[in-house]
């Protein structure tokens, strides 16, 4: 599996650098910080998932790489903005400096507007392959999933509920609109892209709704177990922050045992899709025992 998620990993490295060149770019520093904090690293699940989705259809890649490719932007484009001191107040990310700490905040706001307009412009170059109708359900749910109705509101409530005691109902929503909604969007999108039919796309639904968890369960239960150093980013921080997370509000051990039951439903799931899923199946079971 790691195999084939390098050679997708560099597909989308490269046609992310294609996007992002421009002819004329002045003044220079908010392009490279535009791309450096694209290139810094990180393991492109968003739209690995999509492309994996989009191949479980016999869908050329080729065809819904630009919606790939936007939605990483808009993940990195969160990042910057995660990362920024009136947010997370992090100095590093994947290892390295965070935009803000290297280019300065001004430059770091910046480039995460930059990137999250250009994610839009992107998805249009799919017109060429995609119907309209297809393109702009999949431009609405991302958009969705973005947005104060997603990730930014998920965001908004981590924000909030720092300090506080927090109902499982409140970690839900953190969890599932913060990391869940972009993940599910990108399953999603793949699906949709490449004609999935309604019961299909329900299944695609909740099984999104999995990945996200467990992808960020995962996170929190890492955050507590890890190193900065494994990481690439500040380990611990959570506790240090009082944040809502499964280990706080569960423990450790019951965290690791949700996992594994979603993971499992996940399995199932797949299995009613009826599609030949095993490479989304593995993306999936390695989300779930990462170690950074």
């Not at 998805?123 to 969705?144: A, G, Q, Y």
């Not at 927090?166 to 909604?181: C, P, Q």
């Amino acid at each position: 599996m790691l195999k084939k998620l390098s050679k997708l990993i560099k597909l989308i490295n490269k046609n992310l650098l294609k996007y992002l060149k421009y002819k004329n770019e002045f003044p220079s520093v908010i392009f490279k910080a535009v791309r450096y904090s694209v290139f810094a690293g990180g393991k492109r699940i968003r739209p690995v998932l999509l492309l994996l989705t989009s191949k479980a259809y016999g869908m050329n890649i080729k065809y819904v790489m630009p919606v790939a490719c936007g939605i990483e932007m808009i993940h990195t484009y969160s990042l910057i903005h995660d990362d920024l001191p009136a947010m997370d107040n992090d100095d590093y990310r994947r290892g390295k400096l965070t935009s803000h700490k290297k280019f300065g905040e001004a430059i770091a706001i910046l480039a995460g507007d930059a990137l999250l307009t250009k994610a839009f412009e992107t998805f249009c170059e799919c017109n060429r392959f995609i119907s309209d109708e297809k393109l702009l359900k999949v431009i609405k749910l991302i958009s969705d999933a973005s947005g104060i109705n997603g990730m930014v509101g998920g965001q908004a409530a981590d924000i909030l509920f720092e300090n506080k005691n927090v109902s499982k109902k409140t970690l839900d929503f953190i969890h599932s609109h913060k990391t869940g909604a972009l993940i599910k969007a990108s399953i999603l999108s793949g699906a949709i892209l490449s004609g999935a039919d309604k019961n299909e796309l329900k299944l695609w639904d909740r099984f999104g709704e999995i990945v996200g968890l467990i992808f960020q369960i995962t996170d929190d239960i890492l955050d507590v177990t890890s190193t900065t150093k494994k990481l690439g980013k500040t380990a611990g921080k959570d506790a240090k922050q009082k944040k809502a997370t499964f280990p706080a509000i569960y423990g450790l051990e019951k965290s690791r045992k949700i996992v594994l039951k979603l993971l499992l439903e996940a399995k199932k799931i797949l299995y009613k899709i009826k599609r030949p899923t095993r490479d989304i199946l593995n993306l999936v079971t390695y989300i779930a025992t990462r170690e950074n």
